[in-house]
């Protein structure tokens, strides 16, 4: 007997089931396609391998990325002490990167190497001088000075490079200085007969310098006097020069430098007198044909010094605070 007919829901059950599978279908199928399309085009494009251009002309780097289908876009321009004018400092993406055609490659050209003209230091200070230079790029070289009754010290009498020549930054440049006018020339005193300190601080007021300080014995003249300088009463001297200084001592065995005390050590002893600042001390020995510094540093009021200084070659030991001679002392 025929089979009953299939009910009404059930029938619209079976094609909207239908309907569901063709558009899942068809989604599948359309996303399938869209991929295979990109994946074509894709791998369509050509991939190109970026040369080195860093030092190469930037003409040729225009040339040379045109020919492989890359853009060139230039990022900017800068001074450069290694890469020549219109070559090529870097690239970005670098040497070696596979990109494909139609892409950028950023390049950074030099300028080449920076270049000004020299400024006119002459008539300057030197401190002025050097202000000028570092704010030109530039630095002192050579430094030399002389005499010269045109240019007040310090100042700037020549300069090389020349002033107005081409120069690229950091040259340095060789300065000569100016040293003032000629010291005047005035007679040599006479210092015979002055003991010790008083001859120095005869010379320093004279802006005179104090050369080696020796001894001998005479009888005719006071003990612990001047009895002998060079330069000589009379002779021409200019400020700075140096003098040599002669004193009268006893040679009964104690300055004598002979073989007892000749390795013997003596104690010196400095007291910096009670105050509110500190102060510079000095302490030289003028030893037969030798003049040390046994001691320069800053002392606090109230301090003490202890220097150990050999008894032979009849030392004389002389003490500056601030510049001045405050004691002069024969071991």
């Known amino acids: 007997m025929p089979s009953p007919p299939a009910s009404p829901v059930k029938t619209l059950a079976k094609k909207a089931l239908r309907i569901s599978l063709l558009v899942a279908l068809f989604v599948i199928m359309a996303g399938m396609g869209t991929y295979l399309a990109l994946t074509l085009i894709i791998k369509g494009e050509d991939t190109v391998i970026v040369p080195d251009l860093v030092g ?11 020919d492989l289908g890359l853009n060139t876009r230039v990022k900017g321009t800068e001074y450069h002490d290694r890469v020549p004018k219109n070559h090529i400092i870097d690239q970005d993406p ?18 080449g190497t920076e270049t000004i003209f020299m400024p006119n230091l002459a008539g300057f200070s030197l401190q002025q001088a050097r202000i000028l230079l570092t704010e030109n790029g530039l630095c002192q070289g ?31 440049a060789d300065l000569l200085v100016s040293r003032g006018p000629s010291p005047p020339a005035f007679a040599m005193v006479d210092l015979s007969g002055f003991i010790l300190e008083t001859a120095i601080r005869r010379l320093e007021q004279m802006q005179l310098t104090v050369g080696s300080i020796r001894t001998a014995r005479r009888s005719d003249a006071p003990l612990e006097t001047i009895v002998d300088q060079m330069p000589p009463a009379g002779y021409r001297v200019a400020s700075g020069n140096r003098v040599d200084l002669t004193v009268n001592r006893s040679n009964d065995g104690r300055y004598a430098g002979n073989a007892e005390n000749g390795n013997q050590l003596e104690l010196f002893r400095f007291f910096l007198e009670n105050g509110f600042l500190k102060k510079r001390v000095q302490v030289k020995m003028n030893r037969r044909q030798l003049s040390l510094n046994l001691f320069d540093d800053f002392l606090a009021p109230g301090q003490e010094i202890w220097l150990l200084v050999p008894k032979s070659g009849n030392p004389t030991i002389l003490v500056y605070v601030d510049g001045q001679l405050v004691e002069t002392r024969f071991m």
């Open 56 to 66: 190469k002309d930037v003409l040729y780097g225009l040339e040379i990325l045109s």
């Open 94 to 111: 670098g040497p070696g990167a596979a990109i494909k055609r139609g892409r950028d490659v950023k390049i950074r050209v030099s300028r």
């Open 142 to 172: 050579v430094l030399s000075g002389m005499i010269s009754s045109r240019f007040d010290a310090g100042q700037v009498m020549a300069q090389y490079p020349p002033p107005g020549g081409i120069v690229s930054r950091n040259t340095c």
